[in-house]
């Protein structure tokens, strides 16, 4: 535990100690294709399978590791891939002034001919990111908007990457339309304003570590969503949950969110696990292990 850094709950604090459930976890957001995990990513999904996950969703933010995301799903039976341009990069897909680039269209058109994959499962993570601003303004927008109708195209759900562009995005994504598959909205921090939009449009939020955080206002919208609205997730190898912060998340963590969401909807973290892995499931088309 970092010094400093509190317990959001005594169920939290106690999970490791009363045991994790047995029903199967699935981590819907994670990047293990990152070199924060080049020296030992068998073993980090290795202990992510003993804690009690039995899938992983690798997420693409530009053409590498998109590219590197299928790669290892290739590799792994329990491992699902997307592609996509992160709002960081929209400069790969438009110009500053927000018109496509004949370079951009052929990246979007390699990433499409990439998502025929059969273990790709979504687009994304896509969206606008104003915190940082690493990509103008227009160029997000446009990126944004070329691979919303790229997705729609390919009958694909969108993972959403928003951060303190949540009115602008989602307006935005009214505007070009709402894809038909559906999708989820990472990391999520909105309000309840932005719980409310989801449900209406059938998309999922994805709760990841912040849930876990003493002074996060995320177990307010949690609860005004609903257990079967979620989905559980660690955006490893950043934002790992109490009592793992200041360190490299990992998979395995995801057991820390899971008991704290449990607390929070007063559910059993079987509960949980169940009603998450059959939204996962659901929206992204997959089927669990076993099943025929």
Known sequence: MVPGRGYASTQVRQAGLSGWGVLPLIDSHVHLNREDFAADRESVMAA????????????????????????????????????????????????????????????????????AHDKVVAWGEIGLDFFRDL?????????????????????????FH????????????????VPAAGGVLHSFSGDESAVGWARERGMLLGIGGPVTYRKSTLPSQVVAAGCDM????????????????????????????????????DLTVDEVSARTSASFHRVFGTRPRGSS
């Open 48 to 115: 992510a399978r003993q804690a009690g996950v039995t899938g992983f969703l690798n997420v693409g933010y530009d053409p590498d590791s998109s590219h590197e995301s299928v790669a290892l799903a290739a590799e792994h039976h329990d491992v699902w891939a997307t592609v996509g341009i992160h709002p960081h990069d929209a400069l790969l897909v438009a110009d500053a002034e927000g018109r496509i680039t004949a370079e951009g269209r052929r990246r979007l058109d390699e990433l499409a001919g990439l998502a």
């Open 135 to 159: 990509s103008p303004r227009p160029a997000q927008y446009a990126a944004l908007t070329a691979q919303l109708e790229l997705a729609d195209r390919l009958e694909l759900p969108v993972i």
């Open 162 to 177: 928003i951060r303190d562009a949540w009115a602008e995005t989602l307006a935005h994504v009214d505007t070009v339309g």
């Open 230 to 265: 979620l989905l559980l997730e660690t955006d490893a190898p950043w934002l790992p949950p109490v009592p793992h912060r200041g360190q490299r998340n990992e998979s395995a963590y995801l057991q820390f969110t899971r008991a704290r969401v449990a607390e929070l909807l």
